[in-house]
């Protein structure tokens, strides 16, 4: 905190001379204003789904993830649908990726995997959001289920944002607008269990509460 005098009146001060004045000195000298704390410029959410009897036929069950850098979806945001794809027409399996402003598709990418069939199988993944100050990417990293084996190389989208940091980012946002849209029958537990927050120079903070969906 900067040192301010009460009044606005200046106050004069006696030039210091020999051994104090070399202490007033040196005690000035070593004083510095605080860093300005490191902007979040990337956040990591790892999740996991446990299955129990999915229902292939039915392409069953089907969930949906999102993460905004605001506690809304008023502006940028990503949804990830799971297990399913809807643009352009709804097809079984897979996972498709969507950045959106407000209610309008700025990118998509689909994964073409077959539909989940594995009784019992848990699914492991990280979605993260990041910005440079121009574009905001959406990806998905370090995934691992029994029916689709490892996940995660080069499934990411980008849209022209122009944002500084992620420092509006909510995690209780991105839990209280996951869902298993259909088949929630099927499905043990959806829990977000942790979130990383980086800067800059590296990670910032790590959150380990979980937040169960369902």
């Given at each position: 905190?900067?040192?301010?005098?009460?009044?606005?009146k200046?106050?004069?001060?006696?030039?210091?001379?020999?051994?104090?004045?070399?202490?007033?000195?040196?005690?000035g000298?070593l004083?510095?204003?605080?860093?300005?704390?490191?902007?979040v410029?990337?956040?990591?959410?790892?999740?996991?789904?446990?299955?129990?009897?999915?229902?292939?036929?039915?392409v069953s069950?089907?969930?949906?993830?999102?993460?905004?850098?605001?506690p809304?979806?008023?502006?940028?945001?990503?949804?990830?649908?799971w297990?399913h794809?809807?643009?352009?027409?709804?097809?079984?399996?897979g996972?498709q990726?969507?950045?959106?402003?407000?209610e309008?598709?700025?990118r998509?990418?689909s994964?073409?995997?077959?539909?989940?069939s594995?009784?019992?199988e848990?699914?492991r993944?990280?979605?993260?959001?990041e910005?440079?100050g121009?574009?905001?990417?959406?990806?998905?990293?370090?995934g691992?289920?029994?029916?689709?084996?490892?996940?995660?190389?080069?499934?990411?989208i980008s849209?022209?944002?122009?944002?500084a940091d992620?420092?509006?980012?909510?995690p209780d946002?991105?839990?209280?607008n996951?869902?298993?849209?259909f088949?929630?029958?099927?499905?043990?537990?959806?829990?977000?269990k942790r979130?990383?927050?980086?800067?800059r120079?590296?990670?910032i903070?790590?959150?380990?509460?979980?937040?169960r969906?369902?």
């Amino acid at each position: 905190m900067i040192p301010r005098f009460k009044g606005g009146k200046r106050r004069a001060f006696a030039a210091p001379s020999s051994a104090a004045g070399l202490a007033v000195l040196t005690a000035g000298a070593l004083w510095s204003m605080p860093a300005e704390p490191d902007p979040v410029i990337r956040v990591e959410e790892e999740w996991e789904l446990v299955l129990n009897d999915p229902h292939v036929d039915r392409v069953s069950p089907q969930f949906t993830t999102v993460m905004s850098p605001f506690p809304n979806m008023d502006s940028y945001y990503a949804q990830i649908l799971w297990n399913h794809r809807e643009t352009p027409e709804f097809t079984p399996g897979g996972i498709q990726l969507h950045s959106y402003r407000e209610e309008t598709l700025l990118r998509m990418r689909s994964v073409e995997w077959r539909t989940l069939s594995t009784q019992a199988e848990t699914i492991r993944w990280t979605q993260s959001l990041e910005t440079d100050g121009v574009s905001l990417t959406v990806s998905i990293q370090d995934g691992h289920s029994t029916t689709w084996g490892s996940f995660g190389r080069d499934m990411h989208i980008s849209s022209s944002a122009n944002l500084a940091d992620l420092g509006q980012y909510r995690p209780d946002f991105s839990a209280a607008n996951a869902c298993v849209s259909f088949g929630s029958n099927r499905v043990e537990s959806l829990v977000l269990k942790r979130v990383r927050y980086y800067g800059r120079d590296g990670l910032i903070a790590e959150d380990n509460a979980p937040r169960r969906v369902m």
